[in-house]
């Protein structure tokens, strides 16, 4: 069964950090492009960051630029979000999605991917 699974959300407060993981079961997360997209109430939902199949390269969004980072362990066939100097505005439900062979992730809308995740909650709050 194709599976993905994030978890490592929870309540922290502005300034704090947070690593959110993405585990696959399935499926050769290696050769998937991954990303990470969040939805917050009342507003659509938009993608975070994104790494390429064998992680060729990695995208932003300008408003976590400098305080993201997406990786990937490939012996635990997993993805990560290390989010920094988070801000009360990064509090939503983060989503992994991941879509096979394609290596220029910026490229990739959002209806591409073909699994996702069931999603877990940041809230950043004092």
């Known amino acids: 069964q194709l599976q993905l699974v994030e978890s490592g959300g929870g309540l922290v407060q502005p300034g704090g950090s947070l690593t959110l993981s993405c585990a696959a079961s399935?499926?050769?997360?290696?050769?998937?492009?991954v990303g990470w997209f969040r939805q917050a109430p009342g507003k659509e939902r938009e993608v975070v960051s994104c790494i390429s199949t064998r992680g060729g390269s990695t995208n932003y969004a300008d408003s976590v630029k400098g305080r993201f980072t997406i990786s990937r362990d490939n012996a635990k066939n997993t993805v990560y979000l290390q989010m920094n100097s988070l801000k009360p505005e990064d509090t939503a439900i983060y989503y992994c999605?991941?879509?096979?062979?394609?290596?220029?992730?910026?490229?990739?809308?959002?209806?591409?991917?073909?699994?996702w995740g069931q999603g877990t909650q940041v809230t950043v709050s004092s």
């Open positions: 999605a991941a879509e096979p062979n394609y290596y220029y992730c910026a490229g990739l809308p959002t209806s591409e991917y073909d699994y």
């Open positions: 399935g499926l050769i997360l290696e050769y998937y492009a």
